[in-house]
């Protein structure tokens, strides 16, 4: 559709900066999970469907790989990177790889794909932009620290953090940084982009709302301790939990807390990021638990109990719910009541998230499998 639009902007006089500014906010469709999360607002939820039943349809492994970053899917193509200096694209049809990237060293954050772009950070610091028909490099760009960030977006700029506390904005067509906002911690999250703000769930124990068009900040909310989990935003709310235990939810736009779970007393580590629809908040936690939240007004609708930690970040699928765990299963959940409707056990650890996308889920294993499920 972007031809159309480009048209249009043709046909409106529109200068291509004027067309760069004005392109929509990256987002899911039925045929693609394009970053972290799905969309440009940190949603995690699926516009695609899945079957009743899921089979796996294929299964990519990496001998002694390792799996922690989510998958995206654009055009038919997964793109994922591996622990183990790899970054993979593979054809969602049938898992056959189409071409690899070798770096210097690993990923474990998740690729963000646009316009024929591939970008992606690496744990020594490197972020790169890769070509996604063919793999070859475009550019790269420094950071003084490892990136566990995905990408974002604000009109001809690319944006994500790094562990050396800053939040970088790089110009797409070349990687010259435009700006960076600075923060006293690392930063591990995605940035969340709504309205030319970027919102920042950061290690300093403070939510950081940047104003994009210059980089500086437009306000903050103590959040009482360090987190990584990325801001999933609905309306003029953001949801996240903390590694101190509490979820919160944050009225973006008069920068105050809402309502924070639990009231009052500390729970166990929350390192996976929300799946947020106006029905539920859903979140899995370091206590064994799945937990899903009546968004406006915190009250806990139920828990799923898994065997090991739930670190891996739900999606939000129709009326159901999947989310990985370290106890190397997948889970398909009601997503009204909890109620367990599938499950595969893997072996091995998922940290990694669903990517959902052409009626299919892809999710990839700390033990260097990469599993696509779907209905054969």
Same mark, same amino acid.
């Given at each position: 559709?972007?031809?159309?639009? =480009?048209?249009?902007?043709?046909?409106?006089?529109?200068? %291509?900066?004027?067309?760069?500014?004005?392109?929509?906010?990256?987002?899911? #469709?039925?045929?693609?999970?394009?970053?972290?999360?799905?969309?440009?607002?940190?949603?995690?939820?699926?516009?695609?469907?899945?079957?009743?039943?899921?089979?796996?349809?294929?299964?990519?492994?990496?001998?002694?790989?390792?799996? &922690?970053?989510?998958?995206?899917?654009?055009?038919?193509?997964?793109?994922?990177?591996?622990?183990?200096? +790899?970054?993979?694209?593979?054809?969602?049809?049938?898992?056959?790889?189409?071409? &690899?990237?070798?770096?210097?060293?690993?990923?474990?954050? !998740?690729?963000?794909?646009?316009?024929?772009?591939?970008?992606?950070? !690496?744990? @020594?610091?490197?972020?790169?932009?890769?070509? =996604?028909?063919?793999?070859?490099?475009? $550019?790269?760009? +420094?950071?003084?620290?490892?990136?566990?960030?995905?990408? *974002?977006?604000?009109?001809?700029?690319?944006?994500?953090?790094?562990?050396?506390?800053?939040?970088?904005?790089?110009?797409?067509?070349?990687? &010259?940084?435009?700006?960076?906002?600075?923060?006293?911690?690392?930063?591990?999250?995605? %940035?969340?982009?709504?309205?030319?703000?970027?919102? /920042?769930?950061?290690?300093?124990?403070? /939510?950081?709302?940047?104003?994009?068009? *210059?980089?500086?900040?437009?306000? &903050?909310?103590?959040?009482?301790? %360090? #987190?990584?989990? #990325?801001?999933?935003?609905?309306?003029?709310?953001?949801?996240?939990?903390? @590694?101190?235990?509490?979820?919160?939810?944050?009225? $973006?736009?008069?920068?105050?807390?809402? $309502?924070?779970? %639990?009231?009052?007393?500390?729970?166990?580590?929350?390192?996976?990021?929300?799946?947020?629809?106006?029905?539920?908040?859903?979140?899995?936690?370091?206590?064994?638990?799945?937990?899903?939240?009546?968004?406006?007004?915190?009250?806990?609708?139920?828990?799923?109990?898994? +065997?090991?930690?739930?670190?891996?970040?739900?999606?939000?699928?129709?009326?159901?719910?999947?989310?990985?765990?370290?106890?190397?299963?997948?889970?398909?959940?009601?997503?009204?009541?909890?109620?367990?409707?599938? @499950?595969?056990?893997?072996?091995?650890?998922?940290?990694?998230?669903?990517?959902?996308?052409?009626?299919?889920?892809?999710?990839?294993?700390?033990?260097?499998?990469?599993?696509?499920?779907?209905? +054969?």
């Amino acid at each position: 559709m972007y031809w159309l639009f =480009a048209l249009f902007a043709l046909v409106a006089g529109l200068t %291509p900066q004027a067309m760069r500014a004005a392109e929509p906010a990256l987002a899911a #469709t039925a045929t693609a999970w394009p970053m972290f999360r799905g969309d440009a607002l940190g949603t995690g939820v699926a516009k695609s469907g899945l079957p009743d039943k899921l089979e796996l349809l294929w299964k990519f492994t990496v001998d002694k790989g390792a799996f &922690e970053s989510t998958a995206a899917i654009v055009d038919g193509v997964v793109y994922l990177g591996d622990l183990d200096t +790899k970054f993979y694209a593979l054809d969602l049809k049938t898992g056959v790889k189409k071409w &690899e990237f070798a770096a210097g060293a690993g990923f474990n954050a !998740s690729a963000t794909v646009r316009d024929g772009k591939v970008y992606i950070g !690496s744990v @020594e610091g490197l972020f790169y932009c890769l070509d =996604a028909a063919s793999g070859a490099q475009v $550019w790269v760009a +420094k950071t003084e620290s490892e990136i566990n960030s995905g990408a *974002n977006f604000y009109k001809d700029l690319v944006l994500f953090g790094s562990q050396d506390g800053s939040l970088y904005a790089l110009h797409r067509a070349n990687g &010259e940084v435009a700006w960076k906002f600075s923060i006293e911690d690392q930063i591990r999250c995605t %940035p969340t982009v709504v309205e030319g703000r970027a919102f /920042l769930a950061g290690c300093d124990g403070k /939510l950081h709302s940047i104003d994009l068009n *210059n980089g500086a900040s437009v306000g &903050e909310v103590s959040i009482e301790s %360090p #987190t990584g989990a #990325t801001p999933a935003v609905d309306g003029d709310r953001v949801y996240f939990g903390t @590694e101190g235990g509490t979820f919160f939810c944050i009225d $973006w736009r008069a920068g105050q807390i809402i $309502w924070k779970w %639990p009231e009052g007393e500390r729970g166990q580590p929350f390192r996976s990021s929300a799946a947020v629809t106006a029905e539920a908040a859903v979140v899995g936690g370091r206590d064994k638990l799945v937990h899903a939240f009546e968004p406006r007004s915190g009250k806990l609708i139920w828990s799923f109990q898994a +065997k090991r930690n739930v670190d891996s970040s739900p999606v939000i699928v129709g009326s159901r719910v999947f989310v990985g765990s370290t106890d190397g299963r997948l889970y398909g959940l009601d997503c009204k009541t909890g109620e367990k409707m599938w @499950e595969y056990e893997a072996g091995g650890q998922f940290v990694a998230s669903p990517a959902v996308a052409d009626s299919r889920l892809v999710i990839a294993s700390s033990d260097g499998h990469v599993y696509c499920f779907g209905a +054969k």
